[in-house]
């Protein structure tokens, strides 16, 4: 793999849920997902084999977490290991999360190439 | 691994280089690692066997790979193979990058832990 530059502001957003879009970047074993979410939005309870960090960019969101709450402000970040169930839902404010995912998640490189 | 929940605003942070400081998750098999550069901080040219994947959320930085210059501003994105050498400036209002790194940098866990 070649090394990537990419401008979120420029590239294309594909639909996650209800009320929320993303951005990604694919790297060779790991990705980048840039989600806006709406007001209210909610991630629905789920789970994958793959780790997830994050943080918080901008607003909030409560990240439920094995059946526990945790209200996440800017530059708040986590780290899920894989196959950990959790739903995220966003505050009044909306929010602006930076995900990553290793390996990279190929149901999202779908939705990205549309 | 435990789910993990932190904020980088509380976190304690690491030197990296004059007028560069970090402050790290670490997760499993990746870590986020808030850089934070001073106006014109130079961390100089380096690789390391781990894949790279960055976002610029603040400020600008010349990110020079392979010989080339990538000027970088606010919501740019990088993705770097492992090994591939690369050399970062930071731009006259300095710069706070978001850098992802898989597997984890046992280098930065070290100095994190002081």
Redesign the interface.
Known sequence: ?????????HLDSFPLTDGASAKA????????N?VELEPGAVVARHSHPH?Q?G?I?RGSMN?E??GAD?M??E???????GD?EHQGTAGPQGALV?D?F?PVREDYREAAAG
């Open positions: 793999m070649e090394p990537q530059f990419v401008s979120f502001a970047l694919f790297g060779e074993g790991a990705m980048l840039l780790e960090l943080l960019l990240l977490v094995d945790h996440l402000e530059m708040d970040a986590y780290a899920l290991p950990v930076l990553v290793r």
